[in-house]
Protein backbone atom coordinates (compact mmCIF):
# COMPACT_ATOMS: atom_id res chain seq x y z
CA UNK A 1 0.00 0.00 0.00
CA UNK A 2 1.72 3.31 -1.02
CA UNK A 3 1.71 5.76 1.66
CA UNK A 4 2.41 9.50 0.72
CA UNK A 5 3.39 12.38 3.18
CA UNK A 6 3.40 16.22 2.08
CA UNK A 7 6.19 18.54 3.61
CA UNK A 8 7.79 21.62 3.41
CA UNK A 9 4.58 23.92 3.48
CA UNK A 10 4.80 27.23 6.01
CA UNK A 11 4.18 31.02 5.96
CA UNK A 12 6.20 32.83 3.29
CA UNK A 13 5.52 36.74 1.91
CA UNK A 14 4.42 37.32 -1.24
CA UNK A 15 7.18 36.72 -4.01
CA UNK A 16 8.77 34.60 -1.66
CA UNK A 17 9.47 30.80 -2.45
CA UNK A 18 8.60 27.23 -1.00
CA UNK A 19 9.88 23.79 -2.24
CA UNK A 20 7.18 21.38 -1.19
CA UNK A 21 8.00 17.47 -1.08
CA UNK A 22 6.06 14.32 -1.34
CA UNK A 23 7.58 11.62 0.29
CA UNK A 24 6.35 7.70 -0.35
CA UNK A 25 6.70 4.79 1.66
CA UNK A 26 4.94 1.11 0.80
CA UNK A 27 6.30 0.95 -2.89
CA UNK A 28 8.34 2.28 -5.95
CA UNK A 29 7.28 5.93 -7.05
CA UNK A 30 9.03 5.22 -9.85
CA UNK A 31 5.97 3.29 -11.31
CA UNK A 32 3.44 6.15 -10.41
CA UNK A 33 2.37 9.26 -11.85
CA UNK A 34 2.14 11.85 -9.10
CA UNK A 35 0.20 15.00 -8.78
CA UNK A 36 -0.47 17.93 -6.87
CA UNK A 37 -3.65 19.69 -5.73
CA UNK A 38 -4.64 22.28 -3.88
CA UNK A 39 -7.56 23.41 -2.09
CA UNK A 40 -9.01 26.52 0.27
CA UNK A 41 -11.45 25.77 2.79
CA UNK A 42 -15.34 25.39 0.82
CA UNK A 43 -13.56 25.47 -2.24
CA UNK A 44 -13.18 22.82 -4.75
CA UNK A 45 -9.70 21.06 -4.90
CA UNK A 46 -7.74 22.67 -7.87
CA UNK A 47 -4.94 20.62 -10.28
CA UNK A 48 -1.64 22.34 -9.74
CA UNK A 49 0.65 19.88 -11.53
CA UNK A 50 1.14 16.44 -12.71
CA UNK A 51 4.01 14.36 -13.37
CA UNK A 52 4.24 11.34 -15.29
CA UNK A 53 6.03 7.96 -14.19
CA UNK A 54 9.47 8.83 -15.56
CA UNK A 55 9.29 12.11 -15.05
CA UNK A 56 9.51 12.80 -18.71
CA UNK A 57 5.90 14.93 -18.85
CA UNK A 58 4.62 17.59 -16.86
CA UNK A 59 1.84 19.77 -17.43
CA UNK A 60 0.32 22.73 -15.10
CA UNK A 61 -2.51 24.86 -14.09
CA UNK A 62 -2.44 27.96 -15.95
CA UNK A 63 -2.49 29.37 -12.94
CA UNK A 64 1.23 28.69 -11.86
CA UNK A 65 2.87 28.22 -15.18
CA UNK A 66 5.90 29.55 -15.47
CA UNK A 67 6.50 29.76 -11.44
CA UNK A 68 6.16 26.10 -10.12
CA UNK A 69 7.97 23.47 -11.08
CA UNK A 70 7.06 19.85 -10.19
CA UNK A 71 10.21 17.11 -10.55
CA UNK A 72 10.22 13.66 -9.27
CA UNK A 73 13.75 11.82 -7.72
CA UNK A 74 12.20 7.89 -8.25
CA UNK A 75 15.93 7.31 -6.12
CA UNK A 76 14.55 9.01 -3.25
CA UNK A 77 11.66 7.75 -4.03
CA UNK A 78 9.78 11.77 -3.75
CA UNK A 79 8.09 14.64 -5.66
CA UNK A 80 9.16 18.01 -5.19
CA UNK A 81 6.73 21.31 -6.21
CA UNK A 82 9.07 24.26 -6.32
CA UNK A 83 6.96 27.44 -5.94
CA UNK A 84 8.28 30.72 -6.86
CA UNK A 85 7.18 34.29 -7.11
CA UNK A 86 4.24 32.84 -4.60
CA UNK A 87 1.03 35.41 -4.19
CA UNK A 88 -1.46 35.18 -1.71
CA UNK A 89 -3.99 33.80 -3.86
CA UNK A 90 -1.86 30.75 -3.82
CA UNK A 91 -2.52 30.13 0.20
CA UNK A 92 -4.52 26.92 0.39
CA UNK A 93 -3.57 23.38 1.52
CA UNK A 94 -1.34 21.28 -0.86
CA UNK A 95 -1.71 17.81 -1.35
CA UNK A 96 0.05 15.28 -3.42
CA UNK A 97 -1.33 12.38 -4.82
CA UNK A 98 -0.73 9.34 -6.89
CA UNK A 99 -1.91 6.47 -9.59
CA UNK A 100 0.12 3.58 -10.56
CA UNK A 101 0.45 4.10 -14.14
CA UNK A 102 4.23 3.43 -16.10
CA UNK A 103 3.29 5.66 -19.12
CA UNK A 104 3.87 9.57 -20.13
CA UNK A 105 -0.09 10.60 -18.96
CA UNK A 106 -0.26 13.30 -16.67
CA UNK A 107 -3.47 13.89 -15.75
CA UNK A 108 -4.48 17.09 -13.56
CA UNK A 109 -7.69 15.40 -12.54
CA UNK A 110 -8.67 14.80 -8.98
CA UNK A 111 -11.16 11.75 -9.42
CA UNK A 112 -8.01 9.98 -11.58
CA UNK A 113 -5.73 9.81 -8.62
CA UNK A 114 -5.81 6.38 -5.94
CA UNK A 115 -3.68 7.68 -3.29
CA UNK A 116 -3.47 10.89 -1.25
CA UNK A 117 -1.57 12.43 1.70
CA UNK A 118 -2.73 14.66 3.88
CA UNK A 119 -1.55 17.75 2.53
CA UNK A 120 0.88 20.49 4.07
CA UNK A 121 -0.51 24.43 4.65
CA UNK A 122 0.67 26.88 2.69
CA UNK A 123 0.24 30.70 3.21
CA UNK A 124 1.05 33.47 1.58
CA UNK A 125 0.96 36.48 3.33
CA UNK A 126 2.63 40.07 4.39
Known amino acids: QLELVESG ?6 GGSLRLSCAASGDTLGDYAIGWFRQIPGKAREGVSSISSGGASTNYADSVKGRFTISKD ?3 NTVYLRMNSLKPEDTAVYYCAARRRLSTVVVLSET ?3 YWGRG ?7
Open 112 to 114: WYD
Open 9 to 14: GGLVQP
Open 120 to 126: TQVTVSS
Open 74 to 76: NAK
